[in-house]
């Protein structure tokens, strides 16, 4: 069973641009949630999809979005990029809300700003 | 709100040496305990868990203990390996929410 996929593994953009990461969960998995990780502030929750639905969201600026397809699959989309975004995104998949010692983890995104 | 408070790192070991990562927490309910590893340019990967008061959870000689009473949940290992060299996450999960510490850093020496 493929795990949890995330593209592209490394990213390097500019202050003002935008960017789209884009997550396969498991096969079968509902539930998407991707979480932000930097040294100093560990992991911080973004946002949680459940059949193509926003079910939870943490306190990121409206520059963070994310969006849920039909198969599962998710994107995340930040806009106007600042420095203070580089980091690694990660993405997680569930079978369902709830199931949290079923939570899979990607190997993420390592975002670098300039 | 929920949240969960880990020992700085990085944490500094000889191999054999034994292991203590602190974690306490603060919720309301009865929250779900965890532990998670992440091993260099990889996600995170469930270590452990304990889901109610005095529950132990273990796994490749890790162990930790849900302690009500003093709201904690630390992570011990009797004798590191090299190989033990990451990053460990303490998390609560309360409904259908999980929430991490920042992490400790273990690094292992020969």
């Known amino acids: 069973k493929a795990g949890v996929t995330q593209t592209p593994r490394y990213l390097i953009k500019t202050r003002g641009q935008q960017v789209t990461l884009s997550c396969s969960p498991i096969s079968g998995h509902r539930s998407v949630s991707w979480y932000q990780q930097t040294p100093g502030q560990g992991l911080q929750f973004l946002f949680e999809y459940f059949s193509e639905t926003q079910r939870n969201k943490g306190n990121f600026p409206g520059r963070f979005s994310g969006r849920q397809f039909s198969n599962s699959r998710s994107e995340m989309n930040v806009s106007t990029l600042e420095l203070g975004d580089s980091a690694l995104y990660l993405c997680?998949?569930?079978?369902?809300?709830?199931?949290?010692?079923?939570?899979?983890f990607g190997s993420g995104t390592q975002l670098s700003v300039l | 709100g929920d949240s969960v408070t880990q020992m700085e790192g990085p944490v500094t070991l000889s191999e054999e040496a034994f292991l203590t990562i602190n974690c306490t927490y603060t919720?309301?309910?009865?929250?779900?305990l965890f532990w998670y590893v992440q091993y260099p340019g990889e996600g995170l990967q469930l270590l452990l868990k304990?889901?109610?008061?005095?529950d132990k959870g273990s796994n490749k000689g890790f162990e930790a203990t849900y302690r009500k009473e003093t709201t904690s949940f630390h992570l011990e290992k009797g004798s590191v390996q090299v190989s033990d060299s990451a990053v460990y996450f303490c998390?609560?999960?309360?409904?259908?929410?999980?929430?991490f510490g920042t992490g400790t850093r273990l690094q292992v020496f020969p």
């Open positions: 919720a309301t309910g009865y929250p779900s």
């Open positions: 998390a609560l999960g309360n409904t259908d929410k999980l929430i």
């Open positions: 304990a889901t109610k008061a005095d």
């Open positions: 997680a998949s569930r079978l369902e809300i709830g199931a949290n010692e079923k939570l899979f």
